[in-house]
């Protein structure tokens, strides 16, 4: 890979780690609105898939969406500034953490939720037929929704150009997988006739090449596709219920996505990468700060 896209690589990823980081330091002091779920320790997929999509695919993300957020958009100061409700937040203030909305990005809080609207929107893009793709993230704990398979039903049925990325971090909250989930991934997906795939891997540019070739698969052949990558979340769930071992923990950081692409630049990218992302994070705080809140909807409109 030039040394160009994997200088970016390593920037993108890096500034959703130290902004989730920031998040959980805020949120800690009672300076957030609502909850916060961190995407620390997945953050080569977000690089990975989105890095492959044109500006005129949608994105659908969950209630841990911050790192596709920032890899679609890399806007730090209108996602900061929602969740701290202030009125120059992408949605106003209003939607939080969880419910999103910015150009073809969205993203709902709601397990399984957008599951089928998502089949809605591919089946729209099918129509234009200017090959366009749908890509939804969910997590493995989605898979205990009757929603995702009905979906599934009616994506193969009607081969519609949905890429569906499962990142499945061990974990549905507090439950781990081998408690909540019987059988595999890839056979229950294959059942309804849709191709899947199913990877291990922390490595941006291995997620890269893979979903260069899948994401132009979906895009020509107009058909839905499946891949489930087994990954590890290296913050809680949210906010500061974890309730894993430190021994689990530490195993997992040697396998760290942020090392791993760390280890492929000088260290003089590495300090550059640092210091502009730090630049960022501490003047979208500094505007969120100054913005005011929203004011109180009309109770006509609410109404």
């Not at 609502?34 to 620390?40: D, E, P």
């Not at 507090?174 to 229950?188: C, D, M, Q, V, Y």
């Not at 769930?237 to 071992?245: A, L, M, T, W």
Request: net charge positive; charged share 25%.
């Amino acid at each position: 890979m030039a040394n160009r896209k994997l200088e970016k690589f390593h920037y993108t990823m890096l500034l959703i780690r130290r902004f989730e980081e920031r998040l959980l330091d805020l949120f800690s002091k009672g300076e957030l609105s609502g909850t916060t779920h961190s995407y620390i320790g997945q953050e080569a997929i977000a690089v990975g898939v989105l890095h492959n999509l044109n500006k005129n695919d949608i994105v659908i993300s969950n209630h841990r969406c911050h790192g596709h957020y920032i890899a679609y958009n890399e806007d730090v100061l209108g996602l900061l500034s929602e969740i701290m409700g202030k009125a120059g937040g992408i949605c106003g203030g209003r939607g939080g953490s969880q419910h999103l909305h910015k150009n073809n990005f969205f993203s709902n809080g709601v397990q399984g939720n957008m599951v089928p609207v998502t089949a809605g929107m591919a089946y729209a893009k099918k129509l234009e037929n200017k090959k366009n793709i749908v890509v939804i993230f969910v997590g493995d704990g989605t898979f205990g929704q009757g929603t995702i398979y009905e979906t599934l039903n009616m994506l193969s049925l009607w081969k519609l150009p949905l890429l569906m990325v499962v990142e499945n971090n061990r974990y549905a909250q507090t439950t781990p997988i081998k408690l909540n989930f019987a059988g595999s991934f890839e056979k229950r997906i294959k059942a309804f006739d849709i191709s899947a795939l199913e990877i291990e891997t922390n490595d941006v540019e291995i997620l890269n090449r893979t979903f260069q070739e899948i994401t132009k698969e979906v895009r020509m052949n107009s058909k839905p596709y499946v891949v489930i990558i087994n990954t590890y979340r290296l913050g809680p769930h949210s906010k500061g219920d974890d309730f894993r071992s430190k021994v689990e923990i530490e195993k997992w950081k040697q396998k760290d996505p942020l090392s791993i692409i760390a280890s492929r630049l000088s260290k003089d990218k590495l300090i550059k990468n640092e210091k502009r992302v730090t630049t960022i994070i501490t003047e979208a705080e500094r505007e969120a700060r100054a913005m005011p809140f929203p004011e109180k909807l009309d109770d006509k409109i609410i109404n």
